[in-house]
């Protein structure tokens, strides 16, 4: 009898019954052989196939309770102690009894109606581990049948299979939980660059949210802390407080080689993170598209750069696609300070390898972005989609985007912009600005090492230029309110495919299709 795909011990039984010549003498005898005072002897080995000396250097498992039981009696017999051949039981010869095998953490194991008679064998008896039922409403944790989630402890037991498929089947409110430990590690294996990671703890499965809401949620970095080659989709996280130092956001501090995708925060991300995002906080490699943020995002970092954005805060080769950000954000610190409606920052970290560039399409803001600057260097940068962008051999694709939000930046050094703060080594195309950008450029701040300007339009209100610096800037042109409501003011702009414009919708200004603010 055996039970596939799990471990499993064996029991060897053997019979031995007392023969008449041997009741009165048996010294000298082999174990095997001993008979007494017209009792049988029944002898057990429990044998653990192929791996017994291995595990426990011995052919026996240890702490098995064997008792045997007479039939129609209730006289037991019972024996646990163990020596080098196996379990030694001395039961009545020629007699019918009931066997049960016990042992913690393994199946109870019955054989019922064995006659004890000379020489009887039986087949093997298999001790096999015991297996509990998981901690889920449901499923097995298959693609095709995930494990369900309805409360609390669902959820929690996620981080006890990282790569398995979950699927919430109801809302979790985490308000009695108390402070919720990010699922999902990530460790450095070298700090000298190249820096290398060590995913070994990090989520890989796949979790679907099934549009329900994870509500009330404390956390010290979000509701994942990281993925790695990660799915994780249609899931909202409602009335939480994410505070963290490292990175923070509301679905994922950290995603590397993974999608975020129909995921939205409703939640308050602050801290001293250096890296704060209303979905992530750093990706690397990553995807995350139709997603969005209504939440505040704050961060406040002494002594080290701070990133923040209504959806990532720092991305390093990624694609994040038709998502908006309605929150505020805002960063502050002494030593740089990047402020983004979408991304906080886009360029390379510290000497991580990586290919491509970040690209940023069919997104916009309506939040106010802030960069509070205290140093005295120009490291400080807001903008309506990006607070800073590209540099070294990292660059950054932003088109089809647009800012309503306010953007400013609380120093007398570094540069805002209304789709950019600062730039290099970029590419802007078909993107309209109509938030105010106090003091500084409607389009793009400061702007060098090969950005390209190309299609892109504001509303000249404000007296300021579209760009500081160098750069090539194509049919970047001001607009007066009347032309930014009229189509054919948007030359270079997908208006049968990529946007649309109604005069009920977005107070009268271009807005996405499928996207309606």
Known sequence: MRVKGRKEWSCKIGFLSALPDEKASHAGRSTKSIAYFGFGLLLIYLIHRGLEKMFYGKTVLSGVLVEATKAGSTNVYTSATTNASGYLLLVEADTIYNLKFTKAGYEEQIRTNVNVGKALTM????????????????????????????????????????????????????????NWEPIGTLSVKQYQLPISYDYDNAFSGVFDGNGYEIKNMTSTGGLFGCLYTATVKNIGVANSTVNSTGSAGGIAKSAFSSVISNCRNMGTVTGTATETGGIAGYIHNSKINNCYNTGTISTT???????????????????????????????????????????????????????????????????????????????????????NAGGGD????????????????????????????????????????????????????????????????????????????????????????????????????????????????????????????
Not at 338 to 345: D, E, F, N, P, S
Not at 406 to 425: C, D, E, R
């Open 123 to 178: 087949d093997d008896v298999i001790m096999v581990p015991a297996t509990t039922e998981p901690p889920f409403a449901g499923g097995s944790g298959t693609a095709t049948d995930p494990y369900l989630l309805t409360d609390p402890a669902h959820l929690d037991a996620v981080r006890t299979n990282l790569s398995a498929h979950y699927k919430l089947d109801g809302n979790i409110d985490l308000a009695s939980w108390g």
């Open 301 to 387: 970092v002494t002594n080290a750069g701070a990133c923040a954005g209504g959806i990532v805060g720092y991305s390093v080769a990624s694609e994040i696609t038709n998502c908006n950000n309605k929150g505020a954000v805002r960063a502050t610190s002494n030593l740089a300070v990047y402020a983004g409606g979408i991304v906080g920052r886009a360029s390379n970290h510290e000497g991580l390898v990586a290919a491509g560039s970040t690209v940023i399409k069919l997104s916009y803001n309506t939040g106010s972005i802030e960069a509070s600057y205290t140093g005295t260097s120009t490291s400080a940068n807001a903008g309506g989609v990006v607070g």
């Open 394 to 517: 990292y660059s950054l694709i932003v088109e089809n985007c647009y800012n309503i939000g306010k953007i400013s930046l609380t120093s007398s050094v570094g540069s805002v912009g209304g789709i950019i703060g600062g730039q290099a080594n970029s590419t802007v195309r078909t993107c309209y600005n109509i938030g105010i950008v106090e003091r500084y450029n409607a389009i793009t701040g400061y702007a060098n090492f090969g950005a390209v300007v190309t299609d892109c339009y504001y509303l000249n209100d404000s007296g300021y230029p579209h760009y500081v610096g160098n750069g090539t800037f194509t049919n970047v042109l001001p607009l007066v309110d009347a032309q930014m409501k009229q189509q054919a003011s948007f030359v270079g702009f997908d208006f049968g495919n990529v946007w649309a414009i109604n005069p009920a919708i977005n107070n009268g200004y271009p807005y996405l299709r499928g996207m309606q603010p």
